[in-house]
Every structure is written in C-alpha cells, then in structure tokens.
C-alpha cells in the first residue's frame, strides 16, 4: 500500500478509536438515598449457633428500583466495632461504608456471619440482636438481625489424651481407624444443663458407664462419633416428650450444623460404635438422625449378656445404614429405624434379635438407595436368630425384606416373622424356601404388600393414620410384651402394628 493511501487510513482509524471511547464514557451523577432502597428480606435470622463457633454465610440484597443512580451514605452495625456480627459489602469486609454506589435499577450483596461469646451472660441460651442501619436520621432503614446462642460443653481430643482408635473392619476387610479419646470420670454424667458437642470419638474408659439423663442435646462435629469400647457401655434415660416440636426429655443425637439446611442432611457425622464386648447398653427415648451409620453394634457367641436393649427409640435418615449389627444380641420395642441410603436395618454374621412392635421403614429420596429396609444375611458359621413381632416392614420399593446367605438347616429354626406387615415382590423369588410365606415355622399371620398409611414418611413421621392396614392386626399376647407404644399408649386392645397405636381423632 502507497503511502498516501496509508495516511487517510490511519485517520480514520484513529478517529474511530475515539468516536468509540467517547460513545462508551459515562459520567455518573450519583444521588443519596432518602430511604427508598429495597431489600430481599427483611429480618436477617442466622438461626442457632454454639458459643464461639462461627455461623454459616447468610446474604442480603440491596435494591435500588429507581431510575436514579443513588449513593447509599453510610452502611454501619447498630453495635458497631462491639458487634458480634460481621458484614461484606460487594466484596468489601468492615463495620462502616460510606458513600456506597448503588446504579439504578441495579443491586447490591451483603454477607453476614458472626461468632458469638455467650460468657458475656449467665444463660445457656439467648437471642443476640443486632441490625444494619443504611443511612440515618430521618432517612434510615434498618434489616435486624437476629441469632439464637446456646452455651455448650465442649468435649474434644488434647495433645494428651488424643489417641488412634480401631473400631473394626469394613465388609470389604478394610481397617476402620478413626481418631478419639477416652471421656474423664467427671464426663460421664451428661445431662441437660447444657448441650454437648463433640470433636473426634469421645470413647467410654473399660469398665465405666456412660449415663446420658433425660432431654440432653448431643452434637457431633464431622467424622465424630461414641465409641463403647470391650467392657464399657452407655445408659440412656430419655423419656416421653409432651411437646412435639421441643421433645424436651428425649436424648437426641444429631450433628452440629443448627442451620434449617441441614436439618435433613445425611452422613454429618460418623456413628455409635459398640466394642464385641460392649454388654448390657440400654437406650431409651433416644432419636439419632444424620449419621453415616446410626448405631454399629458387635457381638460375639461367647457374650453372655445381651449386648444392647432398645426402647422407644428413632434413628433417621442415615447415608449408610440405621442400624447395623454383627454377631450382636439386641431386643427391641417400639423402635423406628426409617430412612437410610442404604437398609434401615442390616443383620450380620450370627446375631440374635428380637424385635416387638417395631417400624422398619425406608423411604429414601436423596439419591439411589443401596439395600431394602431390612437385610439379613450370615456369612458366618454361627446361627442367626431373628425373630419380629407385630412389626411393620416397607417402603418406596417393590421388596423391603431381604434375607440371603443363612443355612436353612440351621438358620431357619431361629427366623420368625409374626403377625407383621412385609412389603416383597414374591415372583421375584419363587423356589427360595426363605420367601415361602406359606411356611409358618417363617411367617404365621403375614401381610403383603398393604399400606401402611404413615402420616409422613419422607419426612420421618410414622404415626399410622385411619386408613392404615396396620390397625387392629397384632398379636395381643405379643402386645402384652410391649403394652404402652412410643408415646405410651395402653395397646393391649386390638393393637395396631408397628411403633405406634393408632387413636382415632
């Protein structure tokens, strides 16, 4: 190219990077706000948190709705400097903005946290209260924010008594090895003067008892759990709640995430472990509710005394299983075990159970699920004795019962299903002598494949409702082993099966 065609080229080339910056400049003319801004809600409740732990990050967003590009003057913490609460906004962390851009018809973040020392009062819990003031004087607005704080014992592992435990192995033969330590004698005594919460395996001492009273909030931090190890054990003395919402004197073990979002989370924590030589455990009115496994409970043939005793108790929405057992003895009554993403109960290698007016349920929706409601399997040259009374057994699935790998020679002589609900597919196992429902030395006085008709399921209420088949269906000689059901109503006329009796409104 010549290069007086190369000169009017360049021009106008230059001339267009300028049209185009020039085009692209704006200059704004910003506004104060007069109290005309918007918000996404208008309390901020960051929920429960324990003393000295941080809250989860909660946001709000500020609109401007106006044609106008506005300047916010100030944005503070009513408690300023001395505030429990912390704010970000748009990206920017402190106490005190001024002269915020807002454009119009534009918004704006704030993120919220905060840590609160409840040893500024004498209470085990109390609301802590604070607000965002954007502008002041006659054009303030304010969002409160609002925070429930509960004092809590701390039990955690110190360089000292932090020590490697190996619960056992895996059913694959992997070792299970988690990190504990082992509870003082002044520990052993929970009760309900304030709630605990637990960092690693807190481990009961060989020989000792772990008593738990009645109402006593246990929460457990991620990959923590209990461990009764060879000759310890735990005493549970819940009772029956008169509130449903506060169940204030029942036991409940539960992770320590208080944020509603996790309020249904599975696998927040790891599990309750029973040693083969755990004896004589008894849990009453305890409700375990998204563990990774609720309670892992072995055994031996040698045990004399029975390993563990369940009464009135729930455990809920585990990742795994509910309640796994190996080569354990377990009697239970009004138990719900419900919800697992694998079985809600899984029976192994030998064990000895007996299970009265019980619920085994398992309704899963976070996923696919893993295993049936109930699974008993022997891999074992010890005998499986199992025998459910008065029991219910069902699900979202076609088969919630499976039974494999036992020895109907030896076996069968011990496995009974009595007046019980069972939800199979049976054409899906015709030959198999285990799913003869004919044979009443297995199951005298079945029912397949009827509805239950909880009041809830999914979300973990298994009260029977009118039009249940469950009622009037139980044995009442086997009633008169369990009179009262869970909420201790006299069932020994025309019992309804599973946990609960039902009451006609």
Not at 9 to 31: H, N, P, Q, T
Not at 361 to 368: D, E, V
Request: charged share 15%.
């Amino acid at each position: 190219m010549k290069a007086n065609q190369l000169k009017p080229l360049c021009f106008f080339i230059l001339f267009a990077f300028v049209w185009l910056g020039s085009s692209c400049r704006k200059d704004f003319d910003y506004e104060d706000s007069t109290g005309n801004l918007s918000f996404s809600k208008d309390t901020i409740f960051l929920d429960t948190v324990f003393t000295n732990i941080g809250s989860s990050t909660y946001a709000l967003k500020v609109y401007n709705t106006s044609a106008k590009d506005l300047q916010i003057p100030s944005i503070t913490l009513e408690n300023g400097i001395e505030s429990f609460y912390r704010i970000n906004v748009d990206g920017q962390a402190g106490t005190t903005f001024l002269n915020t851009p807002l454009l119009a018809k534009d918004s704006l973040y704030i993120f919220i946290e905060t840590t609160v020392d409840i040893s500024t009062t004498n209470q085990k819990e109390f609301l802590y209260l604070d607000a965002i003031r954007f502008d002041t004087g006659i054009h303030e607005q304010k969002i409160p924010l609002v925070t429930l704080v509960k004092d809590a014992i701390f039990l955690f592992p110190s360089d000292i008594n932090q020590n490697t435990l190996k619960l056992g192995t895996t059913d694959n033969g992997e070792e299970i090895e988690v990190t504990g330590f082992e509870l003082s004698d002044d520990q052993l005594n929970f009760n309900n003067e304030k709630a605990y919460v637990i960092y690693g395996y807190a481990t009961v001492p060989k020989n000792k008892t772990l008593n738990i009273a009645a109402g006593t909030r246990v929460y457990f931090h991620e990959n923590s759990g209990l461990y009764m190890q060879d000759s310890s054990n735990v005493i549970i003395q819940g009772q029956k709640s008169y509130d449903a919402i506060a169940l204030e004197n029942e036991v409940i073990f539960e992770g320590d995430r208080l944020e509603p979002a996790y309020a249904n989370t599975s696998g927040q924590w790891g599990t309750v472990w029973f040693d083969e030589n755990s004896v004589a455990n008894k849990l009453n009115y305890l409700t375990i509710k998204n563990a990774s496994i609720g309670l892992a409970v072995n055994g031996n043939t040698n045990t004399v005394t029975e390993n563990l005793s369940l009464k009135n108790t729930q455990i809920y929405n585990s990742a795994s299983v509910n309640l796994w057992v190996k080569g354990a003895s377990i009697s239970a009554e009004n138990l719900v075990v419900a919800n697992a993403g694998g079985s809600s109960v899984n029976l192994k290698g030998g064990s000895a159970i007996s299970f009265i007016h019980s619920t085994i349920a398992n309704y899963w929706t976070s996923g696919s699920r893993t295993g049936p409601a109930l699974q008993i399997t022997n891999d074992t040259d010890q005998k499986t004795t199992a025998t459910f009374g008065n029991c219910i057994i069902t699900g979202n699935s076609t088969t919630e019962l499976l039974i494999a790998n036992l020895d109907m020679n030896t076996d069968a002589l011990g496995i009974q299903f009595t007046n019980s609900m069972v939800t199979i597919n049976a054409e899906n196992f015709t030959g198999n002598p285990w799913y003869d429902f004919q044979n009443e030395a297995l199951y005298k006085n079945i029912i397949l494949n009827e509805e239950a008709a909880f009041v809830d399921p999914i979300k973990n209420i298994f009260a029977l409702t009118a039009t249940s088949f469950a009622l009037d269906k139980g044995d009442v000689m086997l009633a008169t082993q369990a009179p009262l059901d869970i909420n201790e109503v006299d069932r020994t006329t025309l019992p309804s099966l599973g946990a609960y009796q039902y009451i006609p409104e």
